[in-house]
């Protein structure tokens, strides 16, 4: 009896990790990162190889100034050779908006607008000038009202404008002609606040779907049953994309963080694959489940070299 037992866990493990692995990945690469894949060839080739290892196929690359330099408007050739190469490899590229270094969580605010204009813009005209091949496949918006020291006191203003700004995103995407898919990563407790906008109350995680074609869930758990798990918190998100005909990718964290439950970078690699396939396998028959997301690229490649580390 005790041998049964051990095959039939043996072949739920073997089926879970399937539902993981086919899943689609995808990999927030910040400033650094992605700077530097795109003017060391041989850094671009390492990443492409790793990436292609772990079964990750959608990156999103970081698209916008760093350090007093935005390659996308000085050196646009850099993005299309390395898209171009991307593609030759099977792998798609969403433009990354939203850094730590701008502060892009001011975007939101009336006097940032502009610059949070702008910056999706160039994404659209790159992808204009470009050649099929050249061009992303998406825009991935990273910008965070909810960091913002005036959250406290002005979080239902800071989210009015939060989705005022991601229906003026979707305005330009639509005036360009463009197909591209374009999402935010929203943090999972969204659902729990509800807003009054454009003369409809509902919950703030509806309004940014109902505006996007995707969302990348924040779903910052340890593990993927309970009430406080992965499953759980994407639950609604996932019920109304499905409803909503959008797509939810459901991300994951893992470095450091202050709090153990946010983060597997206590754990490891099995561990993780271990809750994804939970995760996968729960959602198998939702049809707005996209992918996996990973935060983030450095991150990750450091974890793993912590529990592999090279000979």
């Given at each position: 009896?005790?041998?049964?037992?051990?095959?039939?866990?043996?072949?739920?493990?073997?089926?879970?990790?399937?539902?993981?692995?086919?899943?689609?990945?995808?990999?927030?690469?910040?400033?650094?990162?992605?700077?530097?894949?795109?003017?060391?060839?041989?850094?671009?080739?390492?990443?492409?190889?790793?990436?292609?290892?772990?079964?990750?196929?959608?990156?999103?690359?970081?698209?916008?100034?760093?350090?007093?330099?935005?390659?996308?408007?000085?050196?646009?050739?850099?993005?299309?050779?390395?898209?171009?190469?991307?593609?030759?490899?099977?792998?798609?590229?969403?433009?990354?908006?939203?850094?730590?270094?701008?502060?892009?969580?001011?975007?939101?605010?009336?006097?940032?607008?502009?610059?949070?204009?702008?910056?999706?813009?160039?994404?659209?005209?790159?992808?204009?000038?470009?050649?099929?091949?050249?061009?992303?496949?998406?825009?991935?918006?990273?910008?965070?009202?909810?960091?913002?020291?005036?959250?406290?006191?002005?979080?239902?203003?800071?989210?009015?404008?939060?989705?005022?700004?991601?229906?003026?995103f979707m305005e330009l995407?639509?005036?360009?002609?463009?197909?591209?898919?374009?999402?935010?990563?929203?943090?999972?407790?969204?659902?729990?606040?509800?807003?009054?906008?454009?003369?409809?109350?509902?919950?703030?995680?509806?309004?940014?779907?109902?505006?996007?074609?995707?969302?990348?869930?924040?779903?910052?758990?340890?593990?993927?049953?309970?009430?406080?798990?992965?499953i759980s918190h994407a639950?609604?998100?996932?019920?109304?994309?499905?409803?909503?005909?959008?797509?939810?990718?459901?991300?994951?964290?893992?470095?450091?963080?202050?709090?153990?439950?946010?983060?597997?970078?206590?754990?490891?690699?099995?561990?993780?694959?271990?809750?994804?396939?939970?995760?996968?396998?729960?959602?198998?028959?939702?049809?707005?489940?996209?992918?996996?997301?990973?935060?983030?690229?450095?991150?990750?490649?450091?974890?793993?070299?912590?529990?592999?580390?090279?000979?």
């Amino acid at each position: 009896m005790k041998n049964r037992a051990l095959i039939v866990m043996g072949l739920l493990l073997s089926l879970g990790t399937a539902f993981a692995a086919s899943a689609e990945r995808a990999v927030w690469i910040w400033e650094k990162d992605s700077y530097e894949m795109l003017e060391d060839t041989a850094a671009a080739k390492n990443a492409i190889t790793f990436l292609r290892s772990k079964k990750i196929g959608t990156l999103y690359l970081y698209a916008d100034a760093f350090k007093d330099r935005n390659l996308l408007e000085s050196r646009p050739e850099l993005y299309r050779q390395f898209l171009r190469r991307l593609h030759r490899h099977g792998l798609r590229a969403h433009a990354l908006l939203g850094s730590a270094y701008l502060h892009t969580e001011e975007y939101v605010l009336p006097e940032r607008r502009k610059d949070a204009m702008a910056m999706f813009q160039r994404v659209l005209t790159y992808n204009t000038t470009a050649k099929p091949e050249e061009r992303f496949d998406g825009i991935s918006l990273d910008i965070e009202p909810h960091i913002l020291d005036l959250w406290p006191e002005r979080k239902t203003q800071l989210l009015l404008q939060f989705l005022d700004l991601g229906q003026s995103f979707m305005e330009l995407k639509i005036k360009s002609g463009q197909s591209l898919m374009v999402g935010p990563a929203i943090p999972f407790w969204l659902d729990g606040i509800e807003l009054e906008w454009n003369g409809l109350s509902k919950p703030v995680s509806e309004h940014v779907q109902d505006i996007y074609d995707y969302v990348a869930l924040m779903d910052y758990r340890d593990h993927a049953d309970g009430g406080d798990g992965i499953i759980s918190h994407a639950a609604d998100e996932m019920k109304y994309a499905g409803l909503a005909k959008r797509k939810v990718v459901i991300g994951v964290e893992v470095t450091p963080n202050e709090i153990q439950k946010v983060s597997f970078n206590h754990l490891t690699e099995p561990d993780m694959e271990r809750e994804l396939a939970l995760t996968a396998k729960a959602n198998r028959r939702e049809p707005a489940f996209a992918e996996f997301a990973i935060h983030h690229f450095s991150g990750y490649r450091k974890w793993l070299e912590r529990d592999h580390p090279k000979e």
